[in-house]
């Protein structure tokens, strides 16, 4: 699961390197969500009438003793695996950044092209600037140069993306409920470690973003907060998505 993302401009600083001052990035760290631990996997015991499938839970600790469910059952159907996912957020963990998976490509998928909001990044509440088409990029064309390195690259609406290679050959993950997705070269931690530009690195695979649930940008710390209505709330959240291999191109 993902719960974390670098903080933007208006949250007061990385953690444990400058006053974090009003900052939402305080709650999350104090949330234990930038450094979630994993418990042991349990399988899980299906009903026969789904079919090939199987089925995992995992607890993830935050701190004082908070502990997030995260339940995904795993389907096999003409050609294609379809995830379920099931996130159980405590209470306690209010207004997070961001409620969805994470999962790494090999870099060499650089080519990226979706079905949403484009071309350029959207967040829940900046969405009246892009429209929803297919659009096409590179991972690398998907970094923003802001002054300082921050959260940045969601597409939201999505219905599906793919990561390919320069033959065309890749991964398509469907989305039977539009969601937000991110897909770059820049990591959470590579973006939070960062002061500047200078210093960001970039691993040797992209990280890829599923998200069910995006907060809207702003934390109140030097500006204004994001509006209630784009806050996250804890509870229960469940989506789906499927993946799918892409042929090269003839």
Known sequence: PC???????????????????NSKTANWVDYGVHALMP???QVLTLPRDLGLALGFERQWSGAS???LTHRSIWRFVEGQITIEETLIVPETWQDLPRIGVRFETASALKQLDWLGLGPDESY??????QTVGVWRSSIAEQYHPYVRPQEYGAHEQCRWFRLRDETGAGIKVSLPQPLSFTARPYHDD??????????????????VHIDVGMRGLGTGACGPDALPEFQ??????????????????D
């Open 232 to 249: 996250l709330a804890a509870g229960t959240h469940t989506f789906q998505w499927a993946l799918s291999a892409v042929e090269a191109d």
């Open 3 to 21: 719960l974390w993302r670098a903080p933007t401009d208006n949250d007061g600083g990385k953690p444990g390197t400058r006053p974090l001052f």
């Open 65 to 67: 003793e908070q502990t």
């Open 124 to 129: 829940p509440d900046r969405c009246a600037a």
């Open 39 to 41: 418990g042991p996997t």
């Open 190 to 207: 590579d973006l939070n470690q960062a002061e500047t530009v200078a210093e960001l690195t970039s691993k040797a695979t992209t990280e």
